[in-house]
């Protein structure tokens, strides 16, 4: 995911799915905010959205260990007050 960031008027594009769409963004910009100058501190960033509702933040390998986890010391706990 990348994204158009114009530091003159600090504002940056929403967020698109390949850098050329960004880039396309940046020209699109250019044109109307900058009569087609380039803008100092321009730049295409890279972005990572944050997670949708629903969607696990961290990934399922930690949950899986951490199951494994409370699953040993559940047997653990078993074993020594029997
Ligand atoms: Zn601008």
């Not at 963004?25 to 990572?48: C, K, N, S």
Request: one cysteine or more; charged letters at 20%.
């Amino acid at each position: 995911m990348y994204r158009y960031r114009c530091a003159q008027c600090r504002t940056t594009s929403p967020t698109v799915r390949t850098r050329h769409e960004a880039e396309n963004e940046g020209a699109l910009h250019r044109d109307r905010a900058h009569a087609g100058h380039i803008p100092d501190g321009e730049e295409i960033q890279t972005h990572t959205p944050p997670p949708r509702p629903g969607q696990p933040t961290r990934p399922l390998h930690y949950i899986a260990y951490a199951a494994l986890a409370a699953v040993l010391a559940l047997a653990l706990w078993a074993r020594l007050t029997a």
